[in-house]
């Protein structure tokens, strides 16, 4: 049976792809999507959607159509999953995170361990930065017993691209279920402010601006503080600042990117802007990590919840798409755009 799926449905991105294309390979079940990306301004696949399609046809010889650019609809039938050692080239600045998103859930009950390595963008708009993807993506699927390992040689910013990361997935037996409703007191913010081909002082202005928001709002945070200016090999030239803050039971994160005309002030202070946002909910988890985690909650059979600091209308999405391939329930206690609570069981 070939599930049907209205790529037009909620926010209506890549991200229904994504996902569809994880849980597809992972049961074996085919899908065929259509409407894709309809209300973009450039509706359809474009290159950094074909590749992730790529990835996955990579690790299950899925014989697939409609796998073209500005294609509205795609069929896309598995195979076996095999886990390997595999190479993709993303291609100029494509995100390579939204690929390891993609292929990830594909391989975590492989019988052996999966090596991708993926060059493109690493630090790019519109994805998780790498260090996103390493601080608080990796390190919480270890709390639900998900093993992956994070390195990167280059990295790869917009337009250029040319990062390359390396991506080390173990098997699982069974994933444990994530409760965090309290996020504790703040323990830790560090990070990274870093410039490629291009004057360290730059960095050092974002990482300046950033810690200069952060102490102007009201309140003290009086916790370690470890912000480090570095420069990063790269093909391209760019910026970015990461910024993890750390809990007592939780860590989130932040990346502000910089471009052309955009002052390395601005960049300090819109990271700033992220993380106040976050911590004045008082939620567990942030927006980017919600709709991330409950692909991978839905697998298991107890009950997970946790505190989102914003319900967003990419995790309503995602909630949609992974119950078109997997019995689960599920719960969302709050508004879009504000704070809530996501409860969520496989069956």
């Not at 993609?102 to 991708?116: E, G, H």
């Not at 993890?244 to 002052?263: I, M, P, W, Y």
Request: aromatic share 8%; net charge positive; hydrophobic share 40%.
């Amino acid at each position: 049976m070939v599930i049907e799926i209205d790529g037009s449905y909620r926010e209506g991105g890549g991200q229904i792809l994504r996902t569809a294309l994880g849980l597809s390979c992972l049961f074996g079940k085919p899908f065929r999507i259509f409407n894709i990306r309809r209300g973009r301004r450039k509706p359809g696949l474009m290159p950094q959607h074909l590749t992730c399609v790529r990835a996955a046809q990579l690790i299950s010889g899925a014989e697939v159509s409609g796998d073209t650019k500005g294609s509205t609809e795609l069929l896309f039938s598995p195979g076996k999953v095999k886990s390997g050692d595999y190479f993709l080239d993303v291609g100029t600045a494509g995100s390579t995170s939204l690929v390891l998103h993609t292929i990830i859930p594909s391989l975590i009950f492989s019988d052996t361990i999966s090596v991708f390595t993926l060059k493109g963008g690493t630090h790019v708009p519109f994805s998780p930065s790498f260090h996103y993807l390493e601080g608080v993506f990796a390190a919480c699927l270890r709390r639900i017993g998900i093993e992956t390992r994070l390195a990167i040689d280059a990295y790869g910013f917009y337009p250029k691209g040319g990062g390359r990361v390396r991506a080390e997935i173990f098997p699982v037996k069974t994933v444990a279920p994530f409760r965090n409703r309290e996020r504790g007191d703040l323990l830790t913010l560090r990070g990274y402010s870093g410039v490629g081909n291009l004057p360290l002082s730059i960095a050092e202005r974002q990482g300046n601006a950033m810690m200069e928001a952060i102490h102007a709002t009201p309140g003290e945070f009086r916790c370690a503080v470890d912000i480090r200016t570095q420069n990063v090999p790269t093909p391209g030239q760019g910026t970015f600042l990461y910024l993890q803050s750390e809990s007592a039971n939780a860590v989130a994160g932040f990346t502000s990117l910089g471009e052309r005309g955009k002052r390395a002030e601005t960049v300090g202070e819109d990271a700033a802007k992220e993380f106040l946002a976050y911590y004045s909910t008082g939620a567990a988890v942030d927006p980017h990590l919600a709709d991330q985690l409950v692909v991978y909650l839905s697998l298991c059979q107890e009950e997970s919840v946790f505190t989102a600091s914003c319900i967003t209308e990419h995790l309503m999405t995602n909630l949609w798409t992974i119950g078109l391939f997997r019995a689960c329930r599920y719960s969302v206690e709050g508004k879009i755009g504000c704070p809530g609570t996501v409860i969520i069981q496989g069956k």
